[in-house]
């Protein structure tokens, strides 16, 4: 996987309109199973996982 096909936690809330705090609460909580990696310490969500997760959710992962 490269770096490309990885996105900071940053991008990946953006990407589903979330702050990135709630983004971690979510991924420690396990309340929506966000696909992610961790390399090293930090944490990756895979871009194309993410993209397919977000397919799954009603109103495409983001917040009404």
Known sequence: MTQ???MTPDQAADLLGVSPRTLASWRCSGRYSV???KVGSKVR???KQLNE????RPNG????
Do not use: H, K, N
């Open 4 to 6: 490309a096909e990885l």
């Open 61 to 64: 992962g983001r917040q009404a």
């Open 45 to 47: 969500y895979p871009r």
């Open 35 to 37: 696909p992610y990696i």
């Open 53 to 56: 997760w977000l397919s799954t």
